[in-house]
T-cell receptor, first 113, second 116 residues
Framework: GAVVSQHPSWVICKSGTSVKIECRSLDFQATTMFWYRQFPKQSLMLMATSNEGSKATYEQGVEKDKFLINHASLTLSTLTVTSAHPEDSSFYIC?????????FGPGTRLTVT | AQSVTQPDIHITVSEGASLELRCNYSYGATPYLFWYVQSPGQGLQLLLKYFSGDTLVQGIKGFEAEFKRSQSSFNLRKPSVHWSDAAEYFCAVAVGKNTGFQKLVFGTGTRLLVSP
């Protein structure tokens, strides 16, 4: 399967600032990537589908102006949390689509103080 | 709507004992089913998958799962649990046949605790 990395693995930011999370597909050309959010001891919640060269598709209830997704190449998708607030603190996981399978990154823990 | 149910939130098993984690799905067509494992603070690792064919599928780390269409189930089993198996386990179904199975729907997960 595909090898997926995320950077950073852990980030702390102050309320009101923006933070960017990178998701890289190391050995697979990923036309589609997914971004998930996971709260402690809960399941994964799909936030958006990231398509290379086009706009992301957001799930209902996810603020697209707050969670900016860019998929500029076949190996990189980025999630930017803008004007972060403490309630945005969560574990963010990306995945690479190799339909119908997905290969997951190790996740990024975001803490907003 | 498609859904996945994992009825057990927590399960504790003694090391060396057998394990079965339950998963029931709701999906109109033949499902593509997965089991993933997540260690604390980590991403998800694919244990095994079912697409078609033999209903008993083998995975990594000694895990297996059996697809039972009549029961809409895809239970995960392991004959002898090791302490390193303690983790969170997620069952998932791929949905969106018309869009190339664009998405995965996850169950709520089962946390496995292994006692000495």
């Amino acid at each position: 399967g595909a090898v997926v990395s995320q950077h950073p693995s852990w980030v702390i930011c102050k309320s009101g600032t923006s933070v960017k999370i990178e998701c890289r597909s190391l050995d697979f050309q990923a036309t589609t990537m997914f971004w998930y959010r996971q709260f402690p001891k809960q399941s994964l919640m799909l936030m958006a589908t990231s398509n290379e060269g086009s706009k992301a598709t957001y799930e209902q209830g996810v603020e697209k102006d707050k969670f900016l997704i860019n998929h500029a190449s076949l190996t990189l998708s980025t999630l930017t949390v803008t004007s972060a607030h403490p309630e945005d603190s969560s574990f963010y996981i990306c995945s690479v689509a190799s339909r119908p399978e997905q290969y997951f990154g190790p996740g990024t823990r975001l803490t907003v103080t | 709507a498609q859904s996945v149910t994992q009825p057990d939130i927590h399960i504790t098993v003694s090391e060396g004992a057998s394990l079965e984690l339950r998963c029931n799905y709701s999906y109109g067509a033949t499902p593509y089913l997965f089991w993933y494992v997540q260690s604390p603070g980590q991403g998800l690792q694919l244990l095994l998958k079912y697409f078609s064919g033999d209903t008993l599928v083998q995975g990594i780390k000694g895990f297996e799962a059996e697809f039972k269409r009549s029961q809409s189930s895809f239970n995960l089993r392991k004959p002898s649990v090791h302490w390193s198996d303690a983790a969170e386990y997620f069952c998932a179904v791929a949905v969106g046949k018309n869009t190339g199975f664009q998405k995965l729907v996850f169950g709520t997960g089962t946390r496995l605790l292994v006692s000495p």
